[in-house]
């Protein structure tokens, strides 16, 4: 399922970066907290994967080859976003919580390829994608949470010095989305697919419900002060997608300019910035950023 989420798309992003360094010259952020899946994930698939035995593609080459010259769980021969935001603002690879043994007081990394952002039992109660299907594993943006809630005490000893701690913290909320669209496209027609939309856009607010407490819980409840949450990919363009449809989808179905499938990712961005809008109006003190893959395609798709 992972496999859907081509790396080579990530190059294109764009977004306000947050200032990276203070008038002294001192870093701003500290640590770097990451929640999402295969975009951002350094490392954890591996060990989720194996605790359901399921075979991990990503530690075989050419996994790993560009740049680490060694697989390192990433879904991708090279660097990710992640990881070169982390270059620039002096800080080390955000470690994966799974699979470091070390510190996490430089950040922690609880991103896993093929997560979700809503809980596994969503889909396994309604046979996506499929009744014997593992997938997806159980490492939706809650369980993600509760991974971060339980490494926090083996941080800083009392609430106010994690919150002092996360106030310069950079978070990362997401890529979130496009594993649980993907997952209920798995093995269906055209007309399934038509008749899944509801259910669709019921866990699209779902998605952005769960982000909503999170971020409450992430800003209210530790300190958390800058964020960025990506939007979804326009998987409407990726080949994975255009394959599985190919046959069965009339001309229409197409956006003439881009060649790529229409779909649902420009609902979810904008139900998400309208979300994250009304988030910024309620925590001023707070910063929170929408990042969003491919921008001017984005609009089309
Ligand atoms: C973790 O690191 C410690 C020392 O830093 C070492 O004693 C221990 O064996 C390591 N554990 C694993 C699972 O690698
Ligand atoms: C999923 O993981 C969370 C956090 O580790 C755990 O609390 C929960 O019981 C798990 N759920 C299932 C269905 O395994």
Known sequence: MHKLVSVALLVFVSW????????????????????????????????????????????RPPYGTSFFGRHTGRNGDGRLIIDFIAENLGLPYVPPNLAHNGSFRRGANFAVGAATAVDAGFFHERGIPSATSKFPLNTSLGVQLEWFESLKPSLYRTTRECKKFFGRSLFFVGEFGVNDYHMSFQQRTVQEVRSLVPDVVASISKAIEVRYVLHQRLITMHGARSLVVPGVIPSGCSPPILTRFADASPPSAYDSRTGCLKAYIRLHNSLLQAELAKLQAKHWNARIIYADFFGPIMDMV
């Open 16 to 59: 306000s970066t947050p200032a990276v360094s203070s008038r002294s010259g001192v870093p701003c952020y500290q640590s770097i907290f990451s929640f999402g899946d295969s975009f951002a994930d350094t490392g954890n698939n591996p060990v989720v994967f194996e605790w359901y035995s399921i075979f991990d593609p990503v530690t």
